[in-house]
């Protein structure tokens, strides 16, 4: 294979955007501050949803933004912010050690490789967007029973959320907000 | 004078509407250029945001300023004259720009450089990008501008030649709304943190928690628009809505249209949602800005203002359909096609003037909700109805429209 197959618009955008994933990838193993770490999980977010994207999968790049950098990362940003005193972030990805990190690290490096190399990588024909109706499609029809009990699943998560919640709530011998709102309006 | 404050929007759209037809059905073709092409598009989007968005944010801030004086029996801003020409002072948003631009960029000793930076920049980003999927008018065919067009013609012409008025027409159109339209949580965020600042962090808190609640109503407060028109696609959402207001999304949808314009109005953070940034308590997660960065959040927050309308005419007000019209006047043969394509982006920018107006009301007639209530409009009462919505929609969908796939 020579050079010039290899630079063709589509090949260049897969770079620049592997690129900021894995930089980005890298901030988030080894900033100095836990902050620094979650902003930098947006360029590793954004980046595989432009992946996506390249891919032709449109709407599984705009879910991606949608869920996890519009959603999921907030959802850390705002436990960062309120666990940690302002401007006294000394939490980092690295003081977990090397002894923890290293065997988990080489366990799924050992995993991917194994899986890039034994997959066929089968090639289809390209320009697969729009996808949004055939995804639909096939969530609510030939998939619906695993995708009705994925979303159970995400349901049980979010009640036992609300347990645990509740109880730490109620073990402090503080009520929970709502009670004490409705005792002082009541 | 109050015919004026009518009369003078009408003309600038008007010229506007021209501008752009001319500028798409004529002179680029006529440059021999390519209406598919990235360039169109670029052009496109500088029109749009140059030429309606920018210059409706900087006269809504002075609109909301007269507003809110006329709603508290002051006068307002009326004097900032240009020589003689003294046009109800509304010169001021020129002399606002201008102050913010020289005034001193002061950044807090202890604040995160970087990242107190990129704060305004994140806040106002998403807004400008959101506008590429917003249609506003059905497109121009070029080389036809004086021929008498049927709908099919258009349509047809549309598909091949390009010349929509929408800078870029995606699939997941609305979708893509959504996806942008949440990263401007990062910009109140990160202003509320890389400050330094105790009321700021908590406005930027509040920013996020608040932001985060109302999204999912609005996404989920439209989703029985899209069953409905069954597309997520802003211009064939238009499309499907017709000459008749009685397929416009808010006959069909009234719920989903409270629904969402209460939800975008809560994204937006303005008061009655104005929890991160209440004056009296925590002035909010911009208290350390000044100068043009805080000038940045203030102009996204009013061209949010214009986004908001601008969406909830598309959905739910037609875009830019006016009842009766066709591409080929309100009878058949009637109009040139340059004539219709004109009064339609008047219509699309009337729907979308008014909206504002009506958000500049709400603004100065609500008082603020506590952060308890807040969530709790949000999530006990808007999130089941936008549930109840689209359950009720699910049901009449399928049963008015057996064919459904």
Redo the contacts between chains.
Sequence with gaps: MDLSTLITPGTLFFFMLAAVTLVSALGVALAPNI?YSA?SL?GTLGGVAGLYLLLGA??VG??Q??VY???IL??I??AV??TNK??ELKLNNLSTGLMVGAPAAVALLALIVKGVTTTAWPLTEEAT??T?ARLGDSFLREHLLPFELVSLVLLMALVGAMVIARRAAKEEGRSV?EES?DRLVG | MGWLAILIPLVVFVVLGFVATLLFGWLIPALGGDLHSWYAALLKAAFILLGFVMPLAGVLTWMERRQSAMMQDRLGPNRANVGPVRAFGLMHFVADALKMLFKEDFVPANANKLLFALGPVMAIAPVLITFAVVPWGSGVCAGHLTDRLTDGQLAQCLDTGGGRFQVVHLEIGLLFYFAIASLAVYGATLAGWASYNKWSLLGGLRASSQMMSYEVTMGLAILGAFLVYGSLEPATIVQAQGDSILHWGVVTQPLGFVLFFTAAIAETKRTPFDIPEGESEVIGYFVEYSGMRFGMFYLAEFMEVIFTSAIVATVFFGGWQIPGLHADGFVAGQMPHWLVCTLQFVAWAVKVFVLCWFQLMIRWTMPRFRPDQLMRLGWKQLLPASLANILITAGVVLALMPGAK
């Design positions: 902050l902003f947006l449109d709407f705009i879910v933004v949608l950098v519009g959603g907030v959802l940003l705002f912010l309120l302002l401007g967007a729009p949004t907000p709102h």
